[in-house]
């Protein structure tokens, strides 16, 4: 019934005009329509001819988009910069790392074998002077012991899968666990500790003329004793080192210890290459100061312990303060 | 050998957000963590395009490069895993991840992280298949079972697709094909970029 009834429709003469005609109706009543919604004749549409190859693109430059997902950057598909910071840190920071590790260490070494212990030359006078209060011994011991126990955990970190997982085997987990806590907690801590300390022996540190003379003599290393006050040129600026590189550390630690306040991967990226490089130097010349604080020179261990120098140290490395501390006019 | 592959087919991902929901009950992850999320681009424009994405299981993997206590293992199969008892939740593999794949429950004072926790491929972790640790930890090990990611497995419109990567290419090879009419059309493109649609 239904077939017959289409072919008597398609057979009709009727259709040969009706279906042309209806279709140029349709069309002259749609034509502005389609006009209007093209694109391309309307350019202030957004996201026209955004194609394929450009939205991939754009996807692998780490533009963000929308997700229902909570979490800082939900909405970005590519992480740029994750590539990068790993091959710096990969590459070039724990590399380089361990090559200045392991050169300040041998040229310590190698110091102490080439020129020995620097003796006291008078001998020791058996006379002391008071060089360090209390409570520079403990601001000196509490940073010193804090950035021990944070150097060992942060090598730890930064080293550690390479020689601790088969050192400690089973242990190392755990070890790691306690690495991380320390780190994180002891971490403000040194903050603290560092920033009074550096606080209270800034007037101290000012360079002045005196630290040119020691400088231009390269802190008397090739013999003779150049003048120096309370500090010498050297300790200058392993204080100024201790300042600007502890500003870096605190501040890009704080940034990598507390990621509750929404900071972002490029940030903690950024934090993480300045603290591990920064770091690393530190290291290197925390070790330094450890050799001539102690092995390296003789007499000047006890006056971080018991706060006395002897005179005879204090003249040979400190003159002018000790023409000073003895009441003394500078000479003319 | 089968090398497991995630795929999502942006052409058919309607940003339902099912796999989403699969994963968090399937493996019944924390509050706060999401082993997959869908990115829409341009949403609510022309040429919007979504994608679901997770770990994607890379070969020679940015984050098992970084850690710091190498706590991370790729299976036979390809498949990334990590172990929960060695990770301290440094951070830094997500620091790594080309995907933002990993996540971190908060877990203790000051916004600490938590142990990491990511996308397994539902193939749990390194203790034993199906023990109470194992769904503990990881969640679903549905590869001992022999299924696939429940994520690809409910998918609505079979835009992600999950399982060894010859099987995954075969099919979105043959969907290419069909899809492709007047000079190979690709359909979002065709369906809502007029613009798109003449230049071919």
Known sequence: MVYLLKRAWSESPLNAVLVPMLLLVLLVTLAPL?????????????????????????????????????????????????????????????????????GTLLVLVLVFMLLGRNKIKEGRSGRTLKRWDLVDRVLHWSVAGLFVLLALTGLSILYGRHFLLDALGGGFGGFMQFSKLVHNYLGPLFVICLALMLLKWLGRNIFNAVDLRWFARLGGLFGGHPSAGYMNGGEKMWYWVLFFGGVAICATGLVMDFPNFGQLRDTMQDANLIHAGVSLVLICGALAHAYMGSLGTEGVFEGMVSGEVDENWAKQHHNLWYDEAKGHKPPQ | MARMKFLCDAERCIECNGCVTACKNANEVPWGVNRRRVVTINDGEPNEISLSVACMHCTDAPCMAVCPVDCFYQTEDGIVLHNKDTCIGCGYCLYACPFGAPQFPQDGAF?????????????????????????????????????????????????????????????YRERVIYRGSNSGAWGQNLAYNPAGRKSN
Not at chain 2, 146 to 166: I, V
Request: hydrophobic share 35%; net charge negative; glycine share 14%.
């Open chain 1, 34 to 102: 389609v006009q209007a919604a093209d694109p391309v004749a309307d350019p202030a549409v957004k996201g026209n001819g955004y194609q394929g190859a450009e939205y991939w693109r754009d996807v692998t430059r780490g533009v963000a988009g929308y997700s229902a997902t909570p979490g800082n950057e939900a909405g970005v598909l590519i992480n740029r910069s994750g590539d990068e910071w790993r091959l710096v840190r990969n590459q070039q920071v724990k590399p380089y790392g361990a090559w200045l590790l392991g």
């Open chain 2, 111 to 171: 916004g600490q992280r938590g142990k990491m926790d990511k996308c397994t491929f539902c193939a749990g972790g390194p203790e034993e298949d199906h023990s109470e640790a194992e769904r503990a930890k990881y969640g679903a090990n549905r590869i001992a079972e022999g299924k696939l990611p429940l994520c690809a497995e409910m998918c609505s419109t079979k835009a992600l697709l999950a399982g060894d990567a010859d099987d995954v290419s075969d099919i």
